[in-house]
Each structure stands twice: as C-alpha cells, then as structure tokens.
C-alpha cells in the first residue's frame, strides 16, 4: 500500500504533537528571514540634492561669490567639496557661467538608482552686487530667492578665512578657494576656463515658473512630490516625518552656526 507525502506528514504531526509549536515557529522565522531580507525604500530626503544644495547655496551667497567676477564674461567647469581634506567629503561638479557680476552654477547632483525619484536639473543664479539671487528647478518648474548670507561673529569677509589661487592671465580670477573655516570648510575649484559673454538669459528666472518662499519650500515640496511617486504616502509620514533642514545646512544669520 503506497502512503501520500500528505499522509506521512499528517501521521508525523498527530503522533509527535509536541514538535508542533517548534515547526511553525521555524516556518515563521523562515517568512519573516526572508521579509527582513527586502531591502528598505530609499528616502529621497536623503538624495544629493537635498543634501547638497543649500551647502551650495551658502556658498554662493557668501563672501567667495566675490572672488569669481573679476574676469567679466566666462563658461567653465565647477568642483566643490564641502568637508575639510582627508575627511569624508560629499561634493559635486557641474558648469559655471559669469557675466556683468552675476552667477549661474548648474550644478550636476548624482542620481538616484530610482528613476522615479530623479530630482531633474537645477540652477542657482547670484548677482554678487546686490546680493541676492534664485534657486531654479527643472523639475518643479518653479524658482525660490535666496539673499546673502551675513558673517557671523568672529568670522571675516576678506580672504583671511580662505587659501586662494588666482589666474594672472585671467586678470586674478580665483581658480580655487578652500576655505579654512572649521565650521563649514569646503574647497571649490574652477577649470577648462573659457572667456566670453554667455546669454543673458542664463541669468534670470524664466516666465511661468512658479515662486516659492525659499529655498527650503521649494526643496520641501520637491520632496513630497518624489514621495508621492514612490507611493509613500501620509500613511507614512510618522515613520519619515516631514522635509525639515538639517540644522548643520540652515546658514548662519548673525551668528557663528553648527558646520556641515
């Protein structure tokens, strides 16, 4: 007489009952092994570009936008790295454009492996005179001001506080900045230099762009977006809470702050 598989399992478990509860406790920790295994869904909180733009931006707005206009009218390569040298530093490349002491980096953020959480192009335009400029998103199709930062107490708005290299025959134009702050040190650099007049264009917000507040809300509503596609939804809120900026990114307003 053949006996079914079924069969022998059924017989095993009704003699042997007191192996039960250890079976399924070895079938649920098998299930939950392998649930554990599911890698997390990445946060794009934690992308590049909310990291590293207002570091940027702080940058920018400061006191070294000063030390990139002196040759009027330029296209060339950008490189910053925020961190002091031998540390773990996060950085980021991209293209550079000056004209009549205004400013456009475009800068290129590394992209998430999840393309539906790809911040899209960004560009952040400083008028060095009057002080102030906009943050631009492709994506959102919207812009935010953004306005000089102010030296906080015990800091320097001359090049004491920096080690910079200049081009003579680019009539002194800074070719490296590295700042030696502790607080916010970071190193940018210029290359593949080239002299000439870009568009204009380059250099103010387009028409149709929505405005927001700041740099923050737009950043902030880039991020609920990209939630939103990667189906995070509100139910998950209280898990990855709301955009709010690190402390360590806010810029200083008076008053030596946290570094990077």
């Known amino acids: 007489m053949q006996i079914s598989t079924k069969d022998l399992w059924r ?3 009704g003699t042997k009952p007191a192996f039960w509860p250890a079976a399924m406790a070895l079938a649920l920790a098998f299930f939950a092994g392998g649930c554990s295994g599911t890698k997390p869904q990445p946060d794009p909180a934690r992308e590049p570009v909310q990291m590293l733009l207002p570091r940027l931006t702080e940058v920018v707005t400061g006191p ?19 961190g002091a040298p031998g540390e773990n530093q996060w950085m980021t ?11 456009c980096f475009e800068p290129v ?21 009057a002080k102030s400029g906009y943050v631009l998103s492709d994506g959102l199709q919207g812009f935010a001001p953004v306005a000089a930062v102010e030296a906080g107490a015990g800091e320097s708005n001359n090049v004491a506080g920096w080690r910079v290299e200049r081009a003579n025959h680019l009539n002194g134009l800074a070719t490296r900045i590295e700042s030696l702050d502790e607080l916010r040190p970071f190193t940018l650099t210029l290359s593949d230099i080239k002299p000439g007049l870009p568009s204009p264009n380059l250099f103010v917000a387009p028409d149709g762009f929505t405005r927001y507040e700041s740099e923050g809300a737009l950043l902030g509503e880039l991020l609920a977006r990209q939630r939103t596609v990667m189906g995070m939804g509100r139910k998950q809120d209280g898990e990855l809470g709301p955009y709010n900026s690190e402390p360590s990114l806010e810029r200083p307003r008076g008053s030596a702050g946290s570094g990077y």
């Open 11 to 13: 017989r095993w478990i």
């Open 64 to 82: 070294a936008a000063g030390l990139l206009t002196n040759l009027d009218g330029f296209h060339g390569q950008f490189t910053i790295s925020f």
């Open 93 to 103: 490349t991209g293209e550079l454009y000056e004209r009549d002491g205004k400013l």
């Open 109 to 129: 953020f590394k992209k998430s492996k999840r393309k539906d959480v790809d911040a899209g192009a960004f560009s952040l335009i400083w008028d060095a005179a």
